[in-house]
């Protein structure tokens, strides 16, 4: 099969769009591939949900550049499908489509009270420190940073999987322990993440069935100034994790500092959210003793999943492939996308054999041809990432634009920029 003429877009240019359009080069060496992005820039949760300080995964990128730079797929940035084009014209335009859109919104507790201004989603939080353009796509200003509130001393998280630990860890990591990421600065200074005293994790499993990786909690562990506290845990329930916060209680009895504490509650449920004065009250259930307990915090930070933002996104479409977090929930690395992505690629192959849809659609040049410098391609991308590279200020990889319309002004109008800015 050489699939001869046939045109694909990929909605998302996040893992899941990114593998299945290497799997589909390999598979349909002829086929025309683009990769629709909202966003002028690649890579979806690569680029702002991985957390800042964790450059090594956010490498992964490096792979993908070369798909478009070698193997001739298509890159079409700042193009939203539902609002730049719709849904049934891309579908009119190419003979197969892909949703590969993630999952943006954060999960709601689904508690009394759980929509409070200072109970926020994990998946926002990291965005925020990620310099997500979510100021510019909510409220279509630009130049501003969304008004984000001191965290205060004590905060809840609710949830205890690594996108809790990432939470945690990014709030309790000192400066130099935050050295060489691109963290946004001012998104730091505005949560006031120094002055968090205690962090509350709160989870409904037991020790053992968490869901963190164990090398999460050991990161945590490591750091300068946490002390771990564990509640809701059975003598009897040794684990590798209770080991180590056995390990880590005993190791930070003679330190000299303040620590934060990092306090686990395991087996418990969140009841209700309450505002007292300028404090929240949140109510807990422990799961073993059936006892309630208020907890007086200043931020709750909900980590419990990510959900669809509205049940007619593309992925939903009869005739469209969904694939990667849009089609099996927000469940997994970025490496188990591959897996989805060649599944996917199989049945459109298969779907291909059978004459299941026909090879003569138009392709990208219509759209292009509709929307034309409108899209941002892939070089434009380079660009803005080689202005990103040489605007980091001393102690940071790189500093992220933060505005959409900064990022199509640097896409058009700058020059080529040479990275080497220090080596003439
Ligand atoms: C906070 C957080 C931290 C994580 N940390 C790690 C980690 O350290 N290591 C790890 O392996 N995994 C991590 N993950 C998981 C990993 O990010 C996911 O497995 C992966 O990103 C899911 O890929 P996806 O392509 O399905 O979705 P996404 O990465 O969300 O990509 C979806 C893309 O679709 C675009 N899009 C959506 N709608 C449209 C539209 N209408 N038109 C055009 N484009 C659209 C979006 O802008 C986005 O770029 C983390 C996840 C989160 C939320």
């Not at 945690?168 to 322990?177: A, C, F, M, P, Y």
């Not at 009841?271 to 307990?293: A, D, Y």
């Not at 070089?379 to 933060?402: D, G, P, V």
Request: net charge neutral.
């Amino acid at each position: 099969m050489n699939g001869k003429f046939l045109t694909v877009a990929i909605v998302g240019s996040g893992p899941a769009g990114c593998y299945t359009a290497q799997f589909l080069r390999k598979e349909l060496p002829n086929a025309e591939i683009t990769i629709f992005e909202k966003l002028p820039v690649p890579y979806g949760l690569i680029r702002y949900g991985i957390a800042p300080d964790h450059q090594g995964t956010k490498n992964i990128t490096a792979q993908f550049d070369r798909m478009f730079t070698r193997d001739g797929v298509n890159f079409a940035g700042n193009v939203n499908i539902g609002v730049s084009i719709t849904e049934q014209e891309l579908l009119d335009t190419f003979d197969v489509v892909v949703a590969a859109t993630g999952l943006y919104k954060d999960r709601l507790l689904k508690i009394p009270g759980d929509t409070q201004k200072q109970v926020i989603g994990a998946g926002k939080f990291l965005r925020t420190l990620n310099t997500y353009p979510e100021w510019d796509l909510e409220h279509t200003q630009q130049n501003t940073l969304s008004p984000h509130q001191p965290l205060g001393e004590h905060i809840a998280i609710v949830g205890n999987g690594n996108v809790a630990m990432d939470v945690i860890r990014l709030i309790t990591k000192n400066d130099s322990e935050l050295e060489s990421s691109d963290i946004n600065d001012n998104a730091l200074k505005a949560y006031s993440t120094h002055q968090v005293k205690q962090i509350d994790v709160i989870g409904r499993s037991s020790i053992s069935a968490a869901k963190f990786d164990i090398s999460m909690l050991r990161e945590i562990s490591k750091l300068s100034n946490v002390q771990f506290l564990v509640q809701g845990v059975d003598a009897d329930e040794k684990c590798p994790a209770y080991d180590l916060f056995e390990e880590n209680t005993k190791s930070r009895v003679h330190s000299s500092l303040t620590p934060i504490l990092v306090n686990f509650i395991f087996n418990a449920s969140p009841l209700s959210i309450s505002r007292v004065n300028e404090k929240l009250n949140f109510s807990i259930q422990h799961n073993q003793t059936e006892n309630i307990e208020d907890i007086q915090c200043d931020t709750i930070i909900t980590a419990i999943g990510f959900e669809r933002e509205n049940s007619s996104e593309i992925a939903t479409y009869s005739k469209v492939y969904p694939v990667g977090w849009a089609n099996r929930g927000p469940i997994g690395t970025v490496a188990e996308n591959r897996r989805d992505a060649k599944t996917v690629v199989m049945s459109i192959c298969s779907d291909l054999s059978a004459g299941k849809f026909s090879t003569e659609k138009p392709g990208f040049y219509k759209i292009k041809n509709k929307l034309g410098s409108d899209i941002v391609d892939f070089e434009q991308w380079k660009k803005i990432e080689r202005y990103e590279l040489l605007s980091a200020t001393a102690n940071r990889c790189r500093k992220k634009i933060m505005s959409i319309s900064k990022m199509l002004d640097v896409a058009r109008n700058q020059p080529n920029l040479n990275l080497f800015k220090h080596s003439a």
